[in-house]
Structures are given as structure tokens and as C-alpha cells.
């Protein structure tokens, strides 16, 4: 006869420990959900806010063809950035799909630098105008995936008129019908807490007023500050934004000149790979790490025109590279001859990597054994790599689906395990 084991705990030792716990559950439950699986965009654009018109997005794509084409063409390019002759054609193709269909994936009429100060009545008319002119993008499919404003920072000599110029935006939004699914607000020159928990309460306002469901309105938090970095107390006020304002932030992006000049480094050094900025986004990968905030780094002012066009896509092409290998998966791209340089990195950067990733995604999903043994959590890396390949269009779904024996919605369950079924995630 086998005797079941019994335990020395009892009933009152479990329920003991389970209250001790209970507020650790909750903070993990309500500040610690993970990334929501949705597609993430591989970079910014940012235009004055007044130039945007509905053709926007596609004269920036015709343009950025221009150039390729008058630079010998998309597959010169991937061999300038180093690809081989059978990956330069399999990006090249897909690039000049992109940048034909969808050339720019998020856009930001900008308010702020961008624009500069024109005065109120300059500004609340073409507040006005911008909320008509995405309301009339978005109602013909010419907008961008992702759209929306970046105003006037929440510091005391600009606060008023940044509330205003987004009061106006989304305001002319609302009466326009249905946001925008892919609505984006930034919050500038961010150097407290307390200036995001004030934009927080503003867009809370603007959703009771428009009768908005209560976080409709997320916004981005741009780290320009070395104040936000490390606070006066020696702590680090940007790892507490996600627990201030939970689930209202949807990314934090860097700020590459403002926060290298903020540091009194020479214009001459200021990078996305200088030192300064290396640690600064480390630490903004730390603080957002499981919180579902995405990342994006900044940009270069490095712009490939006149006779420093291949100088320039080589080092554009470098950075996108750079960041990508280090998880951040966005940037920002500020002239339309950037974007070959932009889609041409990251295509390669998935393609060179589909593969290798895709053979131990196999593997892991068929419990066959290789050369690497994979934990879940590298296996949630993997999936999450070849869905944001797909995403961006580096990669087709079928082809993925061939490589790896796995369709998207189980793709995206390995990825993504919390929002699937227990059954759908469960494979080991």
C-alpha cells in the first residue's frame, strides 16, 4: 500500500504566506502585465505639425525611392550596408514594398521644436487644422498605422500652451467621430514625476469631457533629462513613471541631442552610441523591464543628402543596427532619404536572424533536442523576434509558418504567453 505524502505546512501556514504575498501579487498583476502582443512600430517620423497633409506619408515614400533609385538602387544600398548579394535582393524587394505601401508606420506632427513659437493664434489654428487633417487621413486610409502629436512641454513657461494645442488635437479629434485606433500623444522634456502624473490627469479629463473610456488616452514620455534619469534624492525618477501613472504610458523614447546637450557633451560627439546615451537607455530599459511600455531610441541629424548620401545610410544603417541588437526596437527617423537606410537595416536584421531562430523555435515547440537547450523564457524571445519580423513586414507569415511549424496565433501565444489560453501557451 502507498502512503500519500504529507506535507509539514498546514492550511493556516499557506494562507499566512498568501497574505504576506498579497500585495506583491497585486503589484505584478497591475504594474508588471508584460507586452500586449500589438505590433510595435520601427520607427518615428516627425514632422512640423503645419506640413502635414493626407499625402504625406506617400510623398515621403516616393521620395525615399527618388533617392535609392539616383544612389544605384535598393540592392546597392543593402550591399553598402554590408549585405550579401542573395540578402540585398530578398530585403531590396521587400523595402521598395514598403516604401510603396506603407512607407512611414508612425507619425508625429510635432508641436514642439519642431514648430517653435508662432504665437497663440498660429498655433490653436493649426491645432485645429491637424486634428482635421488626420481625421481626414485616417477616414481615407492615407494615414500612417500610428499617428498623433507631440506639444509643448508641461514646464511653467510652455505648460499652458501645450495643454491647449492638446486640448484643441484631440478635442477636434473627438468631434470628428472614432479616434484613431493608432491615436499617439508625446510628452516632451519630461524631467519629473509629478509633470506625469499632471499629463495623466489632463488626458483623464479629456476622456471624461469627450466620454472617452478611462485609458483611451495613453501618451509617450520623451526622456530628454538627465534629471530623469537620476533624480536630486539619488534615485531614479524614470523607473518610477510606470508605477505612478500604471497602464498610461505606452513608450518612453530618447531624446538624443537634447538629453547629449543637457550633459554639455560637443555637438561634434553627440550620438546615439555615445556613452552618455548608452547609459541613459540602459537604465530606461530597466525601469519599463515587464511593465509593457515599449522603448524607442532616438535619432541621428546625420541626413544622407548632397554628396554624403552613402556616408550617411552607413551610418544610419549602423545605428538602426546597433539599437535592434540591443532590444530596442524603434527609432527615430527625421528626412524621407532615411528611410531606405531605416527598412533596409531592420529587414536585414530579421532575415539574418530568421534562421538560426527559427530552427530552435522548432525544436523547442517539437521537444526535439539540438545543439542549445531552451528555456521558456528564451523561447518567448524567440517567437517574440520572428513576430516582430513578420510585423514589420521583414518576413511573410507563410514563410515563417514553413521555417518554424508554427502558425501566427500560436506564434504570437509562445510570444506573448499571458494573453493566450493555458492550453494555446503550454508547450512544455
Known sequence: MTLSPSGSFSGADLSRIDALLAATDLLLERNYPG????????????????????TTAADWGAQALAVAEAHGGLEQLGALLGQDPALAAAVASRVAAKLGSEPIEDLRLDFEDGYG???????DADAVAAADAVAAAVADGSAPPFIGIRFKCFEANTRTRGLRTLDLFVSGLAAAGELPDGLVLTLPKVTTVAQVQAMDYAVSRLEDIHFLPAGRLRFEVQVETPQLILGPDGTS??????????????????GTYDYSASLQIPAEYQSMEHPVADYAKEVMQLAVAGTGIRLSDGSTNVIPVGD????????????VRRSLERGYYQGWDLHPAQLPSRFAATYAFYRQGLPAAAARLRNYVERTEGGVMDEPATA???????????QCGAAGAEEVRALTGVGLPQLTALAHPRLAPPAASRTH
Not at 35 to 54: E, L, M
Open 117 to 123: 513659437d508662432r504665437g497663440d493664434d498660429a498655433e
Open 308 to 319: 554624403g548620401v552613402q556616408d550617411a545610410w552607413r551610418l544610419h544603417g549602423r545605428l
Open 237 to 254: 525618477p524614470v523607473a518610477q513613471l510606470p508605477h505612478a501613472v500604471p497602464g498610461r504610458i505606452s513608450a518612453l523614447h530618447y
Open 35 to 54: 507586452d500586449d502582443g500589438s505590433r510595435q512600430p520601427v520607427h518615428t517620423v516627425y514632422v512640423p505639425a503645419d506640413r502635414f497633409t493626407p
Open 380 to 390: 518567448r524571445a524567440l517567437a517574440a523576434f520572428v513576430l516582430r519580423g513578420i
